[in-house]
């Protein structure tokens, strides 16, 4: 699921890390989603969730095996993987989180890459980092201000902070999968994979983090 802040890029933008899963033997599904703010939260997940009972139903005559997904994105489509994960392992009201639960899914793994994975009150991560530049802050609150609209949220913003949503500590109604979490050590959003794999661990679930010395934001998606 390809990043770009929940407003911009798509999956044609994201071919190469497709491709990259692809060389490796995967059967791999690349999706688009609404993008803000003409679509604000929660058309991004929403339409995450459907391509997911899609792909499901798609996967076995592609040669894929449902029982081993993996599910992959990066920055924003790590946001929204990981809100995938919640609701495929949460019993939850929205209607296109039931359809995913429903499908019976239990991910083999989830790879968020360098997640923004609370887009709520984004300012906080000045306020940790104060000497973070007037440039990055003010992107940040667009994204949040794009994404998330004015509201009201009929069911919450769970499924755009899934880090909060797991911090509550609420077990699962199904298991969470292993997650791995890469991130690079100047990204400024990774204070958010911190408190991920801290959340995921009091939940009994499994996380494993990687930190890329020096790297910035989405630098694996650099291409050289």
């Known amino acids: 699921v390809h990043g770009g802040g929940f407003r911009i890029l798509s999956k044609d933008t994201h ?7 692809a060389r ?11 993008l803000a703010p003409k679509h604000p939260y929660p058309a991004a997940i929403e339409d995450v969730c459907h ?12 040669g894929g095996d449902v029982r081993r997904v993996v ?4 920055s924003a489509g790590a946001n929204l993987v990981t809100s995938l994960a919640l609701a495929l ?3 939850r009201e929205e209607p296109f989180a039931k359809r995913a639960f ?20 984004l300012s906080r991560l000045k306020r940790r980092k104060p000497k973070m530049s007037t440039f990055i802050h003010d992107r940040l609150v667009e994204i949040e201000e794009a994404y998330l609209g004015s509201g009201p949220w009929e069911f919450g913003l769970d499924l755009a902070d ?4 797991l911090e509550r500590g609420a077990p699962p109604a199904r298991v969470l999968p292993p997650f791995f979490l890469p991130v690079g050590t100047r990204d400024p ?7 991920l794999a801290s959340a995921l661990r009091a939940l009994g679930g499994e996380a494993v983090e990687r930190y890329y010395p020096g790297e910035p934001h989405a630098f694996h998606a650099f291409v050289v």
């Open 189 to 195: 959003l990774l204070p958010d994979t911190r408190r």
């Open 162 to 165: 899934p880090v909060v949503a």
């Open 89 to 91: 392992a949460y019993e």
């Open 71 to 74: 599910l992959a994105g990066e």
């Open 15 to 21: 071919w190469v890390m497709g491709l990259g899963y």
């Open 102 to 121: 429903a499908t019976g899914i239990v991910p083999r793994a989830a790879v968020p890459a360098c997640g923004l994975f609370q887009v709520s009150d």
């Open 24 to 34: 490796r033997g995967f059967v791999v599904f690349n999706v688009s989603y609404r």
């Open 51 to 62: 391509a997911f009972e899609w792909a499901m139903r798609a996967a076995p005559a592609l």
